[in-house]
């Protein structure tokens, strides 16, 4: 059987925890030529390499550098550094997966004519200020193939207008990551989290507050960012804080001071994340990985959201809500109040059994393997009538 060609293009640390088994499985396969390409949306190694390393990824063979201060800047650079890229390549199938500027690349896929593929489709909070909502509708309009994780994220996508066939329910990528990074591995956690662990970062197993803070709508915005710090501040609890250096550079441009509670470090790897997740309070975040993951792990979670895309936290309970550009809809004692209520208990997340990476990789194999494995096929009702040419007949 003929190797058949597949682009994976990734670009932040996100990216690289739900991709990657996904990653592992098909790169191990004899009849794929997997060609990784990393954007370099995210590019220092606490945002990137040390995420390689701790999953057992190994490094892309494509970097493209993409960088720029503002979203079109990246989502240009993107385009313009992959394009040439793909043009030589000519993969079968190019794979993107989530929200980002780097999956604004889908347009240089599709300018060339490659069939294009997008894991984690269909998300919608229906909050247009954010990037993430452009940027995935975007995607989702133009891909052959979604991936997407729950029945009600594909009927999301067909009220939309989008092809039916051409989504498939996986269940969520978290699930299976968690499974082989933490569960099977426990124990080392366990001996990880040591009273040391705790004290060299001035906290106390299980009386801490992790948080992340990373979305334009929250560290862009003086009064949203002011608000966040205000929740921070309401609370007795020391609250550990591993901040992206885009919010450390608003809080100076903002010149805001954090509370005293806070205690603000560096981005830090996956395995002293999920240590110091699993041994917190709860979690502070407005980040929709963290939320889930916090979900699996049986740990509370207050999300800094307006709106998510990812609402079966709430289903389930894990999880309450915090809208900084509404903070008077939220008293700050009562949304904490819900927060540490919730520390202790149990809830099922129903968010998926663990095999979504497998259902990926097996459909993309299949697909990579038949001659029209990646082409729209529409219902009848779907159809369209081309027949006719308007081209020269004086309209």
Not at 246 to 255: I, S, Y
Not at 375 to 382: D, G, N, Q, V
């Amino acid at each position: 059987m003929a190797k058949k060609k597949l682009a994976i293009v990734l670009g932040i640390r996100p990216d690289v925890i739900r991709a990657s088994l996904v990653l592992n499985q098909i790169r191990s396969r004899k009849d794929v030529d997997v060609t990784f390409i990393w954007s370099g949306q995210h590019y220092s190694d606490n945002l990137k390499d040390i995420f390689f390393r701790e999953l057992g990824v190994a490094p892309p063979e494509v970097e493209l550098g993409a960088s720029g201060m503002t979203d079109a800047e990246v989502s240009s650079s993107v385009i313009a550094k992959l394009y040439p890229i793909l043009e030589e390549l000519r993969p079968e199938a190019t794979v993107f997966l989530g929200d980002t500027n780097t999956v604004m690349g889908c347009l240089a896929v599709t300018q060339l004519n490659i069939p294009l593929v997008h894991i984690e489709g269909c998300m919608r909070a229906y909050d247009w200020r954010m990037p993430e909502e452009k940027c995935r509708t975007t995607i989702d309009h133009l891909s052959d193939v979604i991936y997407t994780y729950f029945p009600e994220y594909k009927e999301q996508g067909i009220r939309e207008g989008l092809n039916p066939a051409g989504i498939m329910v996986v269940q969520n990528l978290i699930v299976d990551v968690l499974n082989e990074y933490y569960f099977k591995h426990k124990t080392r956690y366990d001996e990880m989290a040591s009273a040391r662990f705790f004290a060299e970062r001035g906290i106390e197993r299980g009386e801490f507050y992790l948080s992340t803070c990373h979305r334009r709508e929250n560290v862009e915005n003086r009064f949203n960012l002011e608000n966040v710090l205000k929740l921070f501040a309401a609370t007795d609890r020391k609250i550990y804080f591993p901040a992206g250096y885009r919010t450390q550079r608003k809080l100076k441009d903002f010149n805001l001071t954090l509370p005293g509670n806070v205690l603000m470090v560096d981005p830090i790897g996956y395995e002293e994340m999920l240590a110091l997740m699993v041994n917190s309070r709860g979690l502070i975040t407005d980040s929709g990985t963290v939320v889930e993951e916090t979900a699996v792990l049986g740990v509370p979670s207050l999300q800094m959201r307006r709106a998510t895309e990812r609402p079966q936290v709430y289903d389930c309970g894990s999880s309450v809500k915090f809208d900084p550009g509404t903070p008077d809809d939220y008293p700050l004692d009562t949304v904490l109040h819900k927060l540490e209520s919730l520390y202790g208990k149990t809830w099922e997340h129903k968010l998926g059994d663990g095999q979504a990476s497998g259902r990926i990789v097996g459909d993309l194999v299949e697909r990579l393997h038949s001659p029209d494995g990646f082409r729209m096929h529409l219902p009848e009702r779907y159809h369209l009538d081309i027949s006719r040419s308007w081209i020269g007949d004086g309209l």
